[in-house]
């Protein structure tokens, strides 16, 4: 779905069906400014944040169905830090949504600043890291907005959270042919990974038009998670879903707006 807001800018938000309910990725942002390669939220910046009502109303509007939520949406939920914090009170509060936070996701790249933060609230939510390289080099390129955000930091931050809240941090890995899915690869990542509270997800790239990277084999797949099983890192496969309706990666909020207010482009369904 595709929301106005009062200045004719635009969020997407996806409803996602599963076997066991409703998930609602939500957006925290305006655009982005961490530029990631692979995906199309970031490719025209951050536009602005988004307030703690606007977030908890893109969950209003997919209605009472919604029993998960992740911050997976347009936008980096930890550059955005008090109102997704206060977006997040609203919904789990007995006098707001009453939602259960254990339902509740936060996915970032890792801002360090951020996560030392995050550590010290009282919120049993999830965490899941976007990590998607093993050395600072990589990473860099693949996301040049955190160029100044040390990868070993970043997983220290997250395992210090994982601690402190006694919960398994999960850290997404986009296998990119010629990337960063080498053997060396496979081994580091299992090393940085190895006897922390933490899991990794495997994932494929979701194609976006004008980026040229390309989807990964079975085969490397299939050796990541070979090379991770042996050193005792739990891992999971996951499938991509949803560019057949451009609900993947901010593709319908890019295709149709390009970041531009909604009354330059047309009409787009507008929340108060």
């Known amino acids: 779905m595709l929301f106005g807001l009062h200045d004719g800018y635009a969020v997407e938000t996806?409803?996602?069906?599963?076997?066991?309910?409703?998930?609602?990725?939500?957006?925290?942002q305006v655009g982005c400014a961490f530029a990631c390669q692979f995906c199309a939220s970031g490719q025209v910046g951050l536009k602005r944040n988004l307030s703690a009502g606007e977030i908890v109303e893109q969950v209003v509007q997919l209605g009472p169905k919604v029993n998960r939520i992740v911050f997976m949406g347009i936008g980096e939920p930890l550059n955005n830090y008090e109102q997704v914090m206060k977006a997040i009170r609203i919904l789990r509060d007995r006098r707001g949504m009453n939602f259960p936070t254990t339902g509740i996701t936060l996915s970032t790249i890792g801002v360090p600043k951020a996560l030392a933060q995050l550590r010290e609230e009282h919120l049993a939510i999830n965490l899941i890291i976007s990590l998607h390289a093993t050395t600072q080099e990589v990473r860099d390129r693949l996301i040049p907005g955190s160029r100044k955000h040390d990868i070993k930091e970043v997983i220290s931050r997250a395992s210090s959270w994982a601690e402190r809240h006694n919960r398994i941090?999960?850290?997404?890995?986009?296998?990119?042919?010629?990337?960063?899915?080498?053997?060396?690869?496979?081994?580091?990542?299992?090393?940085?990974?190895?006897?922390?509270r933490a899991r990794v997800n495997l994932m494929r790239w979701n194609p976006v038009d004008g980026v040229a990277l390309d989807q990964t084999s079975d085969r490397s797949l299939g050796l990541f998670r070979e090379v991770l099983d042996r050193a005792g890192v739990p891992v999971v496969v996951r499938d991509t879903q949803g560019r057949d309706i451009s609900a993947a990666c901010g593709q319908l909020?890019?295709?149709?707006?390009?970041?531009?207010?909604?009354?330059?482009?047309?009409?787009?369904?507008?929340?108060?």
């Open 169 to 196: 941090v999960t850290f997404v890995y986009l296998v990119l042919p010629g990337v960063n899915d080498t053997l060396a690869d496979a081994k580091r990542l299992a090393g940085l990974m190895r006897k922390r």
């Open 253 to 272: 909020w890019l295709r149709d707006l390009r970041g531009i207010p909604v009354e330059k482009r047309g009409a787009a369904r507008q929340v108060a």
């Open 14 to 28: 996806v409803l996602i069906r599963r076997h066991d309910g409703h998930t609602a990725c939500i957006s925290s």
